[in-house]
């Protein structure tokens, strides 16, 4: 099928794609032994849930990490999905840029076609080997195949075909990645597994560590998310070099159509603002228009009000899925979720943000490796846990280049201390759901810091911030009462035996009687804070022994 | 020895066991009765620190205010102490007073301390909780030590012409060899014979000793204390009487540093912390005689003489500030101090001759009456 991508490649004749792709790999996000790594599981899961959600089946996803040499794993990644037919394999794992998702105004998790293959590439570029593809539409033919690559032509090579039946419905891929490393943390398959689980609540997610430990993330809600709709652009968000692109592919007459047709909320009355402000005929063919022209018209559109963008084409991960995920994966003793209304940057682009924050159970990142550990007053040692930051595009977790991150930069903007949440164990969670994600560089792992992405992100931290500071506050007024209550318990043990044996009654029937009077001071309303006995007496008098 | 009159025989003004244990019993009656009534017990104890101590021009000593706290069992600031308070009366009350039987407050703070129940806690940690607690319950059920039985470890060695009776015995302290006799936490003797004309009391035991072995209260017929460090009830109670009751003046010999100065303003105008008790263990007749500050002059032993520390210069500055040192010659020799940022211990004279100290030094004093009030 012919794409855009011949285009992009067109530039890249001289060279093979090889040289490119080694020369271009962090442009895939393949930089670093840990990093590929998990680039690597990102793309192939990203790629088998888009497929299961595509033909609305509810995703089961394995995959298994093995260690086969020093500074080599194999990936193995299997979905429950429709299986690919025979003649699209090549497409899909062989070929740069043969995705169906290039150049459409929706809101996707992929990555422009380029995943699957490139991990297909490293494999190649770095073992010499093809990858092993085992695939079936269920309709009992399996189809077994190992691909590769030819650089030259940028085409796939399909070698060792096999076909038999059998009963089997998705696709199996098993390729060995050199020159990477696993360890455990942030940055590993471990965690973006974990919270591609979180963030995809209708996937059952099952995972084999190279240590040979087998992790399952159920699936918290059986209901399949919407599928986005495809959705033509706003007058605010588009761009000059848009607007040509946009105007070039047009099959309107006239630019007056084309205004109309090929945006949203341009309507006739707005057609005429828009003339009111451009000295240029609008009747003429949309191919014609001129960069200076694309220009104006760009300028108008921000000094016009449209109406905001549909938000149908937007679909977050939804505040009931979330809970449920959030509450299984996590276990938080609490937890608060915050969907904002839609909102624009750039002047159109349509984007959600949702933000989730944990407290308790296994929220917040342990910290007692690094520190001192602290050990609470009856001498037991006390897990010292930090914020833990989970950042999401499109339901994709964003586990590299945090600092030039706009969530990065939205949570570190927020005073957490006014909500007594600096440390402690809590988990902030943060989706970023558009059709179009600004992402900064190639490696599509950190958000742009837009001025309303930041804000959007900001309003929903601090309110989320402020349930959680007081339930927090609660908390702790809970425990120091708890604390109170107790240290009253143990001393009325002594004092009834003090006071019973100089008054000379059981010490049994004082203690039950001191104890009602506990009992009746705790009951409903909160006792007054304890004050500090001032000192009483100067100790001036050296040891008296 | 000379036997000099006694001249009064002053009555201890000691409560009796029974009535000690009536004021504990109201006390543990009262805090039953709020406990009945759904309050939480508690007890007023008088304040004990700079804001509630005053001092006495007349009498010349401290007096202790009328401000008290309240400590609540509740308040849970408050309920380790109130704990630890109404295990000290129980004690004294069961053990010692019911009795008749004495011991000392370390004896006590064995007795009290165990670990509560199945709790981690322990009633009582180090022996400074429940001897504060003593002292507590002594001034709020306005109490002196001796009425509770309990006692401290003794410090403070005696010497010198005298004869004292002690529960029954008849002890003769000219007759003590070199150690001297350890002066009893409770000073509940008998004034038989006495020929001295003064008090000297010293600091430091190690001169003391060098005293003793030059028989320097011999020589020059002093009753001879040390009270090794800051003074212990027994001690200042002792010299207390002995000033009173055998109407002897009372010399004292410190370092020259702000500690030193303030063991004597202890003996003298009694301490913050039992300024409740000043009437039995101060002394105002006191008067300072050495070192100060001129004397490194005057004894030529400048060479001698220490840096001041950080705290040294502080407890100077806090002593000048003291209502009960505002005299001409004390705010002199603190001033001096203060300048010089130096300080001298007695063991300094030894530079002079190991017996210029009891040769030369305290002979010139006292001579002289080279004294600061």
Redesign the interface.
Known sequence: MPTAGEDVFKDFKEHSVAEFFKKNRQMLGYTGAIKSLTTAVHEFVTNALDACEAAKIAPDIFIQLERVGPDALKLVVEDNGPGIPKKFLGGVFGQMLAGTKFNVFKQSRGQQGIGATGVVMFSQVTTGKPTKIVTSTGDNKIYDAEVSIDFKNNKAILSNEKEYSGTMRGTRIETVLKGVKYQKGDKSPDEYLRRTALANPHTKITYIDPDNITHVWDRSVDAMPKMPEKTLPHPKGVEVDDMMSFASHSASRTISSFLKTDFVRISSQKVKEIEAKINFDINKRPQDMKWEEAEQLVKAFKEIAFIAPPTDCLIPINEQHLEKALVNIIKPEFYTLLTRSPAIYRGGVPFIVEVGLAFGGKAGRSVTEDVEVKKNE??EEMVQSEMEIMRFANRVPLLFDAGSCAITKAILDIDWKRYSIKEGPVTVLVNFTSVHVPYTGTGKESIAEEDEVIKEIKLALQDTGRRLGSYVAGRKRKYEREM?RR??D??S???S???G???G?KHEL?LS??R???E??YEGVE?EG???????????????? | MATKKVKKDVKATATSSDETMKKILELANRMYADIEKRNSPDMDIPIRSLSNVKYDEDKQMLFIGDKAAKRKFLNTAHTRKFMQTVMVAEFCYNHLLKTGLHTSIRDMYYGLKKTIGDSKVNTVDEQGETNICAVDLEVALNLIREDLNLIANPTGKVVGPAVVEDVGDRIDLSKMGSGGWGIPSVVDLKFKECSADYILVIEKYAAFARLNEDKFWDKHNCMLITTEGQAARGARRLINRMANELDLPVYVCTDSDGYGWYIYSVLKYGSMALAHTSDRLATPQSRFLGLTMSDIKDFDIEEQMIKAEAVDIKRTKEIKAYPWFQTKEWQKQLDLALKLEKKAEIEALTKRGIQFLSKEYLPTKIENKDFLP
Do not use: N, Q, T
Not at chain 1, 530 to 545: C, R, V
């Open positions: 009856e001498g109170k240290l009253l143990v001393y043990l002594p004092v035996e003090a006071i044996g100089i008054i009654k004082v009687k001191i009602e009077l506990i009746s001071k006792e304890g004050e500090e006995e001032s000192e009483l007496a100067e100790d001036d008098e050296g040891s008296e022994e």
